[in-house]
């Protein structure tokens, strides 16, 4: 029987999926991102954790406000018994449709949630009615945060915040930094991320500004000194004339 | 609703041809605008000068977009100096094939300094400018080919290495030397 309500669920799941991605046009393939020969492309959806932790705030929130809403509809239903009794249909889709409307949605916004990221790079989509892509290159990203809430460490999930600079007021989902930033939302392995992503940092010569390219020596001792032929020739003289030197004055 | 022979047959992707916004943002504007119900007439006539004068000019250091004719707008930034790319579509932007780049530099405003609005094949478009902005590409790439740098630092390191050689050598000569002007003493 469980098993057949799970099947039916997955089946009407799969079916809206269906809806979204004919009717919606939304994206099915996780998103992708250019790469040159031979670099890496890694992508990935939060954690399982990360669902298990949207749906413990699902259970809370659901406790509480159907708690409140069925206190309500009994204390009139005791006032006026056929008031309440007209409002139970009504009570009723109130206490359960928003249920049934969140859960999919956070099954939804886990299953539309990427994050894709390069040697080079980082692209993280998000959003089902609105879909939203954000691109950063690690050489522009001034700092890394890592958020991390007691019921997350339960869930073993944790936020990796990439931003760029440039300041300004709230992003679009309400984050500071006027949208120059990457969310990376639930994810087990943020702290491997994070190192990946500083490693990538300490290596950048730039200050992430925008600033052109620069004809950096590489290796500065050897590159500084343009060795020619010339150079060669003149120590093979001196060596040379100590050669002879040596010679002279071990005849004595 | 998607169509594979459309996708398939499309032309490559040239920015810097990209002059005027798609007539399907005429569309966008028409039904987002009729979408305000009441508010229809007051918000349509921004969107249509919006419009009807959009431009937009990719060249190979950096895009410009200006429109208005009485409130006259002109941004300009260079690719290099892009921080960071949004990409927006909600779904009447989907259904229209469209997209809302947003390219944002480093300055201090908190909306992005330049939505790219209206083109078509949006996701070319941001693959175009991620190419071309910062970090995308290895920062000491050139045009000339990869192996004459090798080259040329191999021979570098050849000729130290014989310097390195001869004057190892000079410095045993001088020592010698040195012992040998020691011994009569």
């Given at each position: 029987?469980k ?45 399982e ?73 980082l ?74 992503i ?38 093979r ?16 | ?8 047959c ?5 920015a ?87 390219v944002?530099?480093?300055s ?7 939505t ?70």
């Open positions: 029987m098993t057949q309500t799970l099947a039916a669920a997955e089946w009407v799941y799969a079916g809206l999926w269906g809806v979204l991605v004919r009717w919606f046009r939304v994206p099915q393939e996780p998103p992708t991102l250019a790469v040159r020969p031979g670099e890496t492309v890694d992508s990935f959806r939060p954690a954790g990360y669902l298990r932790y949207l749906k413990f705030w699902f259970w809370l929130v659901l406790l509480i406000v159907d708690i409140g809403l069925t206190t309500a509809w009994i204390a009139i239903f005791i006032v006026n018994p056929v008031v309440g009794a007209a409002l139970s249909p009504i009570a009723l889709f109130i206490i359960i449709a928003p249920d049934i409307i969140a859960y999919i949605a956070i099954h939804l916004r886990y299953d539309t949630t990427w994050y894709v990221m390069t040697d080079r790079s692209r993280i989509r998000r959003g089902i009615i609105s879909i939203h892509e954000v691109t950063i290159t690690f050489e522009n990203v001034q700092n890394v945060m890592l958020r991390r809430g007691p019921l997350q460490r339960y869930y073993g999930i944790a936020d990796l915040i990439v931003q760029t600079a440039g300041g300004g007021g709230a992003g679009p989902h309400g984050e500071g930094g006027g949208g120059h930033l990457g969310v990376i939302e639930g994810i087990a392995n943020a702290d491997a991320l994070r190192d990946r500083l490693a990538r940092l300490r290596d950048s010569k730039s200050a992430g500004l925008g600033d052109e390219a620069h004809p950096v020596p590489s290796h500065p001792p050897q590159h500084a000194m343009q060795l020619t032929p010339d150079h060669v020739a003149t120590l003289q001196i060596l040379g004339g100590l050669r002879r030197l040596n010679g002279e004055r071990g005849h004595y | 609703m998607t169509n594979p022979e459309y996708e398939s499309r032309p490559p992707f040239d810097a041809s990209i002059e005027r916004p798609d007539p399907a943002l005429l569309t966008y504007y028409i039904i987002a605008s009729a979408m305000t119900l009441v508010a229809f007439p007051i918000v349509i006539i921004p969107n249509l000068f919006r419009y009807y004068t959009l431009k937009y000019k990719f060249d190979d250091k950096g895009v410009s977009m200006s429109w208005g004719i009485v409130f006259h707008r002109q941004t300009y930034l260079t690719y290099r100096r892009i921080q960071d790319i949004h990409v927006t579509r909600n779904l009447l932007h989907r259904w229209l094939g469209l997209a809302a780049v947003a944002q530099t480093a201090g405003s908190a909306t992005a300094e330049m790219i609005e209206g083109i078509r094949n949006p996701e070319a478009l941001r693959d175009f400018l991620y190419a071309k902005m910062r970090g995308a590409r290895p920062e000491n790439e050139t045009d000339a080919p990869q192996t004459s740098q090798s080259d040329s630092e191999h021979a570098a390191s050849s000729s130290t290495d014989e310097v390195l050689t001869l004057l190892r050598e000079i410095r045993d000569e001088i020592s010698q030397l040195r012992t040998i002007g020691e011994k009569p003493q």
